[in-house]
């Protein structure tokens, strides 16, 4: 799951030597190197805030806590081979090995994927299951054409890199024909409001058709970037790469789910969907 505590008042106009939010263009490599670095250095951090939320081996689409394991997003797994893009500490990839897949875990983050590999060798003790970790951009993905059967990440990859359609595509492109690719993601319509979970955050303070990024920056330079998309952009993402939209789930949120998480929380997950879940098949033969 993302990272928005700040984004409050992406307009800050504090001095330049201190950590600022902002929005601005931000080109594919600026951004994916202010992603890197901080995932990098808050890993140990992020996990140790939302590791209970997450689990070890558990599989959480996001802040509402819908799971794999009621929601079946991603059909039918034993026997299948899974790629997980965007995997942080790689707990959905060691979900999906429990229940008899063969699953690789990707993720550009070394950080991410240290505290991932720390996680694994537990696992491995206690089931004798292994999940390998690769670190690589989702929008460059080292595999041969053809190679899983289900790509998937849970607020993974999507919002974090510049150009989302070339990761669309990459998906595709490592897709078997009949393939699923699903993903979630924060729901654009997120992003009119401020970050905010009590009642600030029911007013529309930006334009949902605003798509510049939203960026933190110390001196100038960006150390987090996310981007924005409206549903519209996703669809067309999407059937650009030669996938096939064929649902878009928007968790309701729990009653008994009392957590707040950033933005997200129970007064607001009532009125607006905070997470959009894409479930698409590769029906390219």
Not at 210 to 217: K, L, N
Request: glycine letters at 8%; hydrophobic letters at 40%; charged letters at 20%.
């Amino acid at each position: 799951m993302n990272h928005t505590d700040n984004e409050d008042d992406p307009n800050n106009s504090q001095d330049s030597d201190q950590s600022v939010a902002a929005r601005r263009e931000v080109d594919s490599r600026e951004t994916a190197r202010a992603n890197r670095t901080w995932w990098d250095s808050e890993a140990a951090s992020y996990y140790g805030e939302h590791g209970s939320f997450l689990g070890d081996d558990d599989f959480v689409w996001g802040p509402e806590g819908l799971r794999e394991a009621d929601a079946a997003l991603l059909g039918e797994v034993r026997g299948k081979d899974l790629l997980e893009i965007g995997a942080g500490a790689a707990q959905c990839s060691r979900y999906a090995a429990r229940h008899h897949a063969r699953v690789v875990a990707t993720d550009i983050s070394g950080g991410m994927l240290a505290q991932g590999a720390d996680l694994n060798r537990a696992f491995t003790a206690a089931t004798g299951l292994t999940v390998p970790l690769v670190q690589c951009d989702a929008t460059s993905l080292p595999f041969a054409d053809s190679s899983f059967d289900t790509v998937f990440t849970a607020y993974g990859a999507v919002p974090f890199v510049a150009d989302s359609a070339a990761l669309m595509a990459q998906a595709a492109r490592v897709l078997r024909p009949g393939g699923r690719f699903v993903f979630s993601t924060t729901h654009p319509m997120r992003w009119a409001l401020p970050d905010d979970p009590g009642y600030p955050g029911l007013t529309v303070s930006n334009s949902y058709f605003d798509r510049t990024p939203y960026v933190e920056q110390e001196s100038g330079a960006a150390t987090y970037v996310e981007h924005h998309r409206t549903l519209g952009d996703r669809v067309r993402e999407l059937t650009a790469a030669g996938l096939c939209l064929v649902d878009l789930v928007e968790p309701e949120w729990p009653p008994q789910n009392h957590q707040v998480w950033g933005g997200w929380s129970p007064l607001r997950g009532a009125l607006i969907p905070g997470t959009a879940i894409f479930v698409c098949e590769n029906r390219v033969s």
